[in-house]
């Protein structure tokens, strides 16, 4: 039994030596057409890697340039049936702050940091583009856009539903105004119902020889 034993340990040996362990690599090119991402390498010890399939979790998928380290995983051993489990790119990585966070980031220097304050910090160096069919934010405490020009191109109306509206400056309108309610001055003072009453009841002196006043307008306003 122990030589029969010892027999079993050595075969075991013998098989585990020939099986290749995961190793390292260095990405040298990607195909990115196939369903799933071909990648094409070097390993460490100089091993060629040629269209080695590149796994990723379902719902994301990136596409590391070129100089990403890889480890290789040869499946049963094997390097005809090796594949990617893992990429790493120290030159691009998004450094974190603390232990927690979470961030999406690509080469370029965008990102989509989950910071540990619990805001939401997304920094893009060209455009942000949302395509969707409807957009709802619900902000408890208030939302602030910080920019030199705002623009909203709704061609079925814009509706603010909010007690008031408020402008530092000038507001300009390309067509006419409609108000169910009073306009004033911001004191108040120059309703449209007083400036309404102040016209209709309004006089000044008739240019002739007389001297008098001309009547109150024809029809009122």
Not at 144 to 161: D, E, R
Request: negative net charge; contains cysteine; charged residues 15%.
């Amino acid at each position: 039994m122990t030589r029969m034993v010892e027999a079993m340990r050595r075969q075991v040996e013998r098989a585990a030596a020939g099986a290749r362990l995961a190793f390292r690599g260095l990405l040298t090119g990607l195909q990115l057409t196939p369903k799933v991402q071909l990648a094409s390498g070097e390993g460490l010890a100089g091993e060629q890697l040629d269209r080695v399939e590149l796994m990723q979790q379902f719902g994301f998928t990136s596409a590391p340039p070129a100089g990403t380290q890889l480890i290789v995983l040869p499946l049963g051993g094997r390097s005809s049936a090796a594949v990617i489990v893992a990429t790493e790119h120290g030159a691009y990585r998004f450094q974190l702050d603390q232990a927690g966070e979470a961030c999406l980031y690509n080469q370029w220097g965008d990102f989509v940091h989950l910071r540990a304050d619990r805001t939401i910090h997304v920094v893009s160096q060209a455009k942000v583009l949302i395509e969707t069919d409807q957009v709802q934010i619900n902000a408890a405490s208030s939302v602030t856009i910080t920019t030199p020009q705002f623009t909203v191109a709704a061609s079925g109306g814009v509706a603010l539903n909010t007690p008031t509206v408020a402008a530092s400056d000038d507001i300009t309108a390309g067509a006419n105004i409609t108000a169910d309610g009073e306009v004033a001055d911001a004191g108040g003072a120059k309703t449209m119902s007083g400036m309404r009453a102040v016209y209709n009841g309004h006089k000044h002196p008739e240019n002739n020889v007389s001297g008098g006043s001309t009547n109150t307008p024809s029809a009122a306003m």
